[in-house]
């Protein structure tokens, strides 16, 4: 009889372990999406980039993507204070998904044939044009005038590049850690001007310690078709995240997210790309 019971008692402990198990065991940032409980999404950002992905002083985010970010997560099934953002550079964007270090990266990402090798890419959610941001006393109006200056972009971009490339094979390119720092530079008359998304230089422009000082050059020097990356072969949550993008346009949510962060800045956004579909 004790025997009995003894057994009764471990096969009720066993059973509670299977079913805890069952409930809540490998359910942390898992492609599934559920945020149920205390699990986390860790997602990658800019810090620097007014807009777009700017951390705030008191330690709060703001942006297009920060709102494009958030909502997105919400439809995973994660709440505000499940959301983790992590600080990307440019340069270690795909390191980061391909380390686990964050499940997908929402931070000025565009997609290209190099990049789609190394991550899978959601989207696009916004299609940007490369320009120039100069002085606004700045004689450079367009690519070409930039032979013999010097250009700004950040490491592990290609925009300076490109204009190397394709424009101004004399320019000087000059390469800095953050735009925050390229903007400076500018500033300082470090560098004559500087290249990246019009969105992005849109954004940085338009702050109060800078307004008045800058302009853009208002060139579509390329296309920029802006991604969510997540890890290769994570189909799940690729799907879940092109699902989310498209209900953010069709429910109005992406114009407002739109309006709220360029709208200030005089910036003319093109309309709400079609997911899967890239402007070459």
Known sequence: MKLRKVTAASAAVLALALSATACGGDSKDDSSGSGSGGDKIKIGIKYDQPGLGLKKPDGSFSGFDVDVATYVAKQLGYKPDQIEFVETKSADRENALSRGDV???????????ERKQKVDF?????LAHQDLLVKK???????TDLNGEKLCSVTGSTSAQNVKDDFAPK??????????????GLQSGAVDAVTTDDSILAGFASQ???KG???LAGLKLSNENYGIGVKKGDTATLNKINAALEKMVSDG????????NFGPAGYKNEPAPKVGVIVK
Do not use: H, N, R
């Open 103 to 113: 499940k997908m990266i929402a931070a000025t990402y565009s997609i290209t044939d």
């Open 253 to 260: 949510s992406w114009q407002k997210a739109v309006d709220a």
């Open 213 to 215: 000082q800058f302009k």
């Open 122 to 126: 959601a989207g696009p959610y916004l």
């Open 208 to 210: 109060d310690k800078y």
């Open 171 to 184: 320019a000087q390119l000059k390469q800095y850690g953050g735009y925050s720092e390229c903007i400076a």
């Open 137 to 143: 006393d700045s004689k450079i109006s367009e690519a």
